[in-house]
């Protein structure tokens, strides 16, 4: 998504919040629609609209496609926004009460929310979505408005009087940072560290994110901070990265790529000396690969390290499982009792089918690799 602005702002309470103009003269308070009217004339009944801006037929519609306008007005827009959008160019007028839509619907949905709330962010999905950080865009719209203000309909409120923004695609959104750390609660902490590691994996990609973190609420920086500070540096694969990220989330003080004797190794943890090794099924069908793998091993071994080893199958079937076992490894090897687990008493085979035929429940589909 293309980032319009040079970097996030502060924004002071009511007054200072970002709503200003966007290029085509459609943010200033004048041309506002005040959330009062703005859910007049929706033919007297409730909308997934005025419920928080809900999937329907318009937020869905992409560019090209046409709609009714009884359609337009059952999705919850006035008569005076499906004028406006027509004056702006949003929609288009074809024949007798049908309209072409010239932007996406969640963008045309966006413009209404901001005419009808021009001091108004737009954060938490609806942002990670414009910085590239979701794939989809989400149902609802969220956005950010001074305390005391009142809601705004087609979209979910959230108050707060200082806010983080900048502008994505002409649209006030909150900073990554910000956006990070508001959906670091839905997402959870290994969630939002492979977002943060696939969209920003070195930190010399991080620059302009440490900079907004450092003038985020004190809970904010605490909670954010710890995943940022850390990299998937030198990583060579996502499956990889993701492997060690968990680990470093887990408190465990690994190194990725790490040179023993004449070979490098995925992940190694110094202290304990042991070697995580991470192989795809492609790898395991190259027969001088195969070969190599295995001087390479009895060397690590001649040389006082411990290896485990896991492929595509361990990532995709059993990933907190094994990452169990990994760090059960490492305490054991600094000194602990071991820690067994299902994969110590049973058979792999039994439990890979397990696993093979729950995520063929899960995801309705066969297993793609029997």
């Not at 060579?236 to 790529?257: F, P, V």
Request: aromatic letters at 8%.
């Amino acid at each position: 998504m293309g980032i319009e602005s040079g970097g996030s702002r502060r924004i002071g309470a009511r007054n200072g919040m970002s709503g200003g103009g966007r290029g085509r003269g459609t943010g200033s308070a004048t041309n506002a629609v005040p959330a009062q009217r703005a859910t007049a004339g929706v033919r007297g009944k409730p909308t997934a609209l005025r419920d928080g801006g809900m999937r329907d037929g318009t937020s869905m519609a992409e560019i090209g496609q046409l709609r009714r306008r009884s359609e337009l007005l059952d999705d919850g827009l006035t008569r005076h926004e499906i004028s406006r959008a027509e004056t702006e160019g949003w929609l288009v007028r074809e024949g007798r009460s049908r309209y072409r839509f010239a932007v996406a619907g969640q963008r045309l949905r966006m413009e209404l929310v901001h005419l009808r709330a021009p001091d108004a962010v737009f954060s938490h999905r609806i942002a990670a979505f414009e910085h590239g950080l979701l794939r989809n865009p989400p149902a609802r719209l969220d956005v950010i408005v001074p305390r005391g203000r009142g809601s705004v309909a087609g979209a979910h409120v959230w108050r707060r009087d200082q806010v983080q923004s900048m502008r994505c695609r002409g649209m006030p959104v909150t900073s990554v940072a910000e956006t990070l750390a508001d959906m670091l609660g839905e997402w959870g902490e290994e969630v939002t560290a492979r977002i943060v590691d696939d969209r920003f994996p070195t930190p010399e990609s991080r620059a302009g994110l440490f900079a907004d973190l450092e003038v985020l609420p004190a809970h904010k920086r605490t909670k954010l901070g710890p995943i940022l500070r850390w990299a998937p540096v030198d990583r060579r694969s996502k499956a990889e990265g993701r492997i060690a990220r968990a680990l470093q989330l887990r408190g465990y003080d690994i190194t990725l790529n790490v040179r023993i004797g004449p070979y490098i190794w995925d992940i190694v943890h110094e202290g304990a000396r042991l070697v995580i090794e991470y192989d795809s099924r492609r790898h395991h069908d190259d027969s001088q690969a195969f070969r190599i793998d295995r001087a390479r091993q009895n060397n690590l071994i001649r040389r006082d390290y411990r290896i485990l080893r896991y492929v595509d199958d361990d990532v995709e079937l059993r990933f907190d499982g094994f990452i169990d076992e990994i760090c059960s490894t490492i305490d054991w090897l600094l000194g602990q009792p071991l820690r067994e687990g299902p994969w110590d008493a049973g058979h792999c085979e039994d439990l890979y089918v397990d696993r093979q035929i729950h995520w063929e429940q899960h995801n309705q589909k066969a297993w793609p690799y029997w």
